[in-house]
Nanobody
Framework: QVQLVESGGGLVQPGGSLRLSCAAS????????MGWFRQTPGRQRELVVT???????NYSDSVKGRFSISRDNAKNSVYLQMNSLKPSDTGVYYC???????????WGQGTQVTVSL
C-alpha cells in the first residue's frame, strides 16, 4: 500500500503562483508514475498532468505553458509548479500514483487551490 499526502494549496490572486507537493510513503517498489488531477463541485475529476516512471509528461491543454511537474526520487515526491494562475484553475487538486499501467491506483486526500481576488 502507498500513501500520498498533498500540500501547498491555498488562496492566490489571478496571475499568481503556487507550488503543490505530493509525498509518497509505504510499500514503494521502484519509481512510480504520478499525476495531478483537479476537481470542482459538480464536475468530474480532470487530468492536469501525468508523469511516467521514465519521465514522460502529459499536460492538459488548459495548463500547458503555465504548469510544470517535477519529481525528487530520493524523497518519493512530486511537485506541481503553477504559474499565471486563473480563476478557472480553482479546485481540489489530487495526487495519484501507481505503476505506469495504473497510475490511478493510489490517491491523496486533495488540497484546495483557490484563485480569486
Amino acid at each position: 500500500q502507498v500513501q500520498l499526502v498533498e500540500s501547498g494549496g491555498g488562496l492566490v490572486q489571478p496571475g499568481g503562483s503556487l507550488r503543490l507537493s505530493c509525498a509518497a510513503s509505504g510499500s514503494i517498489s521502484g519509481t512510480l508514475a504520478m499525476g495531478w488531477f483537479r476537481q470542482t463541485p459538480g464536475r468530474q475529476r480532470e487530468l492536469v498532468v501525468t508523469l511516467t516512471s521514465g519521465g514522460d509528461t502529459n499536460y492538459s491543454d488548459s495548463v500547458k505553458g503555465r504548469f510544470s511537474i517535477s519529481r525528487d526520487n530520493a524523497k518519493n515526491s512530486v511537485y506541481l509548479q503553477m504559474n499565471s494562475l486563473k480563476p478557472s484553475d480553482t479546485g481540489v487538486y489530487y495526487c495519484s500514483a501507481g505503476p505506469d499501467y495504473d497510475l490511478l491506483r493510489y490517491w491523496g486526500q486533495g488540497t484546495q487551490v483557490t484563485v480569486s481576488l
